[in-house]
């Protein structure tokens, strides 16, 4: 095995990767400097705003567009030669109370809900027309039971399945030069990965401007398997879909469904075991995209380090995950050299 001198090294992950896909990182503004901006420009080539670019951050109220935090993520990205996949324009959460409310306080109709879209996707799209070259569209509109299609969210209670179609049109027609993006998570599970199959042959057969699915890549220690993940990318390529990992992390819990407190003495320590565990699904995980390079084109990690990650308050409040690539001193941990270690 050859030790590289990480810090004499000046290749990032997005070198080692520039014959297989871009390598993203979800941030605020609170990444753009120090030692976190450092690594940014060393080891990305695509950002993601974690949460600035949502609908209640970006029009907390109707008509009064918040862009300071997303503007001042464009323009770290467009200085430093770094692409922007935007996210997202439609989701059941933070999206504002506003959007669904009407003139008389009354729940909104479908109309009145639509135009809405519009005008927040006109806007926001518009803005950064020709910067960012992917979107988001619409996120999370399957439902988490089995049994159920859609997700009952009030986007689905107002116009029904309409409100994906439209948004994609909306979407295209602000700018049409950006790609597309249903984005998911848990879009690896089987029982889900049909209804989101569904979701996404629906579209392709009406011909709703459509170019990739996103696959939010919330795994943990324990899953995926490699079957499953397989199994995934070969479905919804088949679709002629692009792929991209949009929010790759790697929790060393596995993951619960109910949002709890932690319980007393539940421990929150990263032993070896579980580092083992957790090289070996990086690896795994890595092994696999590069083997699809033809139809993945992006993988972006949720958060830049274990310093900070918003796995350290969910599920489970106050509980320390350590799910990424870099430790808590922004060191690479032996995770990223199994995933930069190939040929
Ligand atoms: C998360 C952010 O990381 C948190 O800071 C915020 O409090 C909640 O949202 N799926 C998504 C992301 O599509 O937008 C979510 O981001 C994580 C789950």
Redesign the pocket.
Known sequence: QTTINYQADSRGLKDFYKNYFSIGV?V?RRNLTGDEATLIKKQFNSVTA??AM?MASIQPREGHFNWKEADSIVSFAVKNGIKIRG??LC?H??APDWMFIDANGKQASKELLLERLKTHIDAVVGRYKGKIYAW?VV??AIDDDDTKFLRNSKWYQICGEDFIVKAFEYAHAADPEAKLYY?D?NTERPQKRVRIYKLLKNLKDKNVPIDGVGL?A?WSIYEPSKQELIDAIQQYSSLGLKIQF??LDMSIYPWEKEKRAKKAGETDTYTPDLEQKQIAQYKMVFDTFRKYKDVITNVTF??ISDRAT?LD??PVIGRKNYPLLFDTQLQPKKAYWEVVKFK
């Open positions: 979800a605020g974690e949460n949502k996210h997202n989701w959460e933070q988001d996120n999370e984005n998570y939010q919330h949009t929010e949720w958060n918003w308050s969910y």
